[in-house]
């Protein structure tokens, strides 16, 4: 298995534009995370899904951020519009429930919004 | 909602010493704590984990203790080498499948 497939890797943006995200999870797998990482907060959960059903969006920092999962095999997270402050990775993580709580990640989108 | 603190920050060891990082939690339903290790410009990646009803776990150099009446659980690295050298992130779950992370140490094995 190829694991947790992101693209693009990197994404440099002017603000005020829309970005999209894109996520392949592992084959199987039946939970996708979305994750950010700054330096001064560190990994901070976004979203999450189950068998492609969103159950906590508690960690969208706000309306300019949406994500979709539509289908077991790709999800999005799209901001719109973007702002300097979004700047960040941008990781993606899958696990199945059959096989206890083990997040993979994937390598991660580095955006940089101008 | 659990809330995690990791400590140190910054931790600088000398190879072939060992090194331990501390973190603690709020939420006394946590059951699950993994360890992750995230190299420069590299994906995190578990390396060990313990659930609350084991109070150690070992993997060859690397050990994580549980103390649940204190909500505190630790990694031990012994005999640290050079590749040990990473930003190693604590977690621990809120409900089964959600993890809430700490902030980080980032370890520094001198050579």
């Known amino acids: 298995d190829a694991g947790v497939i992101q693209s693009p890797r990197h994404e440099v943006t002017e603000m005020g534009q829309e970005v999209t995200l894109r996520c392949k999870p592992i084959?199987?797998?039946?939970?996708l995370f979305w994750y950010r990482q700054t330096m001064m907060r560190g990994l901070e959960l976004l979203i999450y899904?189950?068998?492609?059903?969103?159950?906590?969006d508690s960690g969208m920092p706000e309306d300019r951020f949406s994500a979709k999962m539509p289908n077991a095999s790709f999800s999005t997270l799209k901001i719109q519009p973007s702002e300097p402050r979004d700047s960040a990775v941008y990781f993606c993580?899958?696990?199945?429930?059959?096989?206890?709580?083990?997040?993979?990640f994937g390598p991660g989108t580095r955006l940089t919004v101008l | 909602g659990e809330n995690v603190e990791q400590h140190p920050s910054t931790l600088s060891v000398q190879e072939g010493d060992s090194a331990v990082i501390k973190c603690t939690y709020s939420?006394?339903?946590?059951?699950?704590f993994p360890w992750y290790k995230q190299e420069l410009g590299k994906r995190p990646q578990l390396i060990i984990d313990?659930?609350?009803?084991?109070g150690e776990k070992k993997d060859q150099r690397i050990a994580v203790t549980l103390n649940k009446t204190a909500k505190h659980f630790s990694l031990h690295i012994t005999e640290t080498q050079p590749e040990d050298s990473a930003v190693y992130f604590c977690?621990?779950?809120?409900?089964?499948?959600?993890?809430?992370f700490g902030t980080g140490t980032r370890l520094k094995v001198l050579a």
């Open positions: 313990i659930r609350s009803n084991v």
């Open positions: 939420d006394s339903a946590s059951n699950y």
């Open positions: 993580a899958s696990s199945f429930a059959g096989t206890g709580n083990e997040q993979f």
């Open positions: 084959s199987g797998h039946d939970y």
């Open positions: 977690a621990a779950s809120e409900g089964t499948y959600k993890y809430i």
């Open positions: 899904f189950n068998n492609n059903v969103p159950i906590d």
